[in-house]
């Protein structure tokens, strides 16, 4: 099985940076990837998506400010968070899927989540 495992969230002030990691193991398909953020009784939303070839996607709250990129060897990815603001506040999702459903949170395997929060 996809295990999909999150780590880096934590309390900063705005204006500060946090970088994000997940460790993916257990695929043997190439995956399409992404970072999801959920805050209590909202929807979830697709912050960053990145698909096995590289090309990337941004929401257009996290564009300029986030980067989403992969390791060189491809099982970990990172979700770079600069210039962060409270209403990034949520809890980030790692995950995965071989389709491609661009922004849309529809992914098959995911991580427990870590929480990010600015004040």
């Known amino acids: 099985d996809v295990q999909l495992v999150e780590s880096g969230g934590g309390s900063v002030q705005a204006g500060e940076s946090l970088r994000l990691s997940c460790v993916a193991s257990?695929?043997?398909?190439?995956?399409?990837m992404g970072w999801v953020r959920q805050v209590p009784g909202k929807e979830r939303e697709g912050v960053a998506v990145?698909?096995?070839?590289?090309?990337?996607a941004y929401a257009d709250s996290v564009k300029g400010r986030f980067t989403i990129s992969k390791d060189g060897a491809g099982n970990t990815l990172l979700l770079q968070m600069d210039s962060l603001k409270p209403e990034d506040t949520a809890r980030y999702f790692c995950?995965?899927?071989?389709?491609?459903?661009?922004?849309?949170?529809?992914?098959?395997?995911w991580g427990q989540g870590t929480q990010v929060t600015v004040s």
């Open positions: 990145i698909d096995y070839d590289g090309s990337t």
């Open positions: 995950a995965a899927d071989t389709l491609w459903f661009g922004l849309n949170p529809q992914y098959r395997y």
């Open positions: 257990g695929y043997t398909l190439p995956m399409n």
